[in-house]
């Protein structure tokens, strides 16, 4: 063999070599990559391990009755929002509006949407395995809670106010979320408690609500940055629910830095 020969075939294997050293490297440094910035799933909460991305509070409502209509109208919602709004990462918080407002200072629910197949890179997913977290431990455990509330409760009370207050404590204030903010409630929106009731036909004028000693009481600091929407269901006591309603809780969600986006009655009756 020449000397040519020989040195032609020491270059090539030299850069044979070389290709296959820049790719292992290459691999290496992926695989060190993925790993530093995947996200995993807490077992618990199925939130991401940076932590939640943005969170949806639902408060709903059970002083008083559903017409059946209307349980049927939340059940669809509730399960729409689940499979096309929450996006993956989110933190869905339920509570519940009750007479006794300190036994629902918690939510009844709360986990991180871990996303649907649709959602996922699927060259690094297994279908089976993202449908079994997203159905049987998101969709169906949210499902099973909401179908415990008996949604027919006549109370005498309705502490809306101390459930908002409780919101921004346990749900945002607690879970510390630094993305979006949604606030979805179903409820009336009229308060009755011994200070002061929504029932007895007292003016909506929030400047002076805002004023007075329980309105000061009243704030909900930890609402700040939520965005609003009410789902207006039918009341007990057949008290008129004009704009003038809508006009009020916008204003009190505006003090309290919040936003309405939406105040709509919901069908049923």
């Known amino acids: 063999m020449s000397v040519y020969a020989k040195r032609e075939s020491h270059v090539g294997s030299w850069v044979w070599g070389s290709v296959l050293g820049v790719a292992v490297i290459s691999l290496l440094c992926g695989v060190g990559y993925y790993k530093l910035n995947h996200e995993t799933l807490d077992k618990e909460t199925l939130c991401p391990s940076n932590g939640a991305k943005g969170q949806y509070v639902v408060l709903i409502d059970n002083t008083s009755p559903f017409p059946f209509t209307q349980k049927a109208a939340l059940a669809q919602r509730l399960k729409s929002m689940v499979l096309n709004d929450i996006p993956e990462g989110y933190l869905l918080s339920v509570f519940l509006l009750g007479e006794k407002f300190e036994q629902h200072e918690k939510p009844i629910f709360e986990r991180c949407n871990p996303g649907q197949w649709s959602d996922r890179n699927q060259l690094t997913s297994t279908k089976k395995f993202v449908d079994?977290?997203?159905?049987?431990?998101?969709?169906?455990?949210?499902?099973?809670?909401?179908?415990?509330?008996?949604?027919?409760?006549?109370?005498?009370?309705?502490?809306?106010?101390?459930?908002?207050?409780?919101?921004?404590?346990?749900?945002f204030d607690h879970a510390n979320v630094k993305g979006d903010r949604k606030l979805i409630i179903y409820s009336d929106m009229l308060a009755n408690m011994p200070d002061f009731s929504m029932y007895k036909g007292t003016p909506l004028n929030y400047p002076d609500f805002a004023k007075s000693p329980y309105g000061r009481n009243a704030q909900a600091p930890g609402l700040s940055g939520a965005n609003v929407t009410i789902n207006l269901l039918a009341n007990e006591q057949q008290t008129p629910q004009t704009n003038r309603l809508g006009d009020f809780w916008a204003h009190y969600f505006e003090a309290n830095g919040a936003s309405v986006e939406t105040i709509a009655a919901m069908e049923g009756l």
């Open 132 to 171: 079994k977290d997203f159905n049987e431990r998101f969709a169906k455990p949210l499902d099973a809670v909401v179908r415990q509330i008996s949604l027919d409760e006549h109370s005498k009370l309705s502490p809306i106010f101390q459930m908002l207050q409780l919101v921004g404590i346990n749900g």
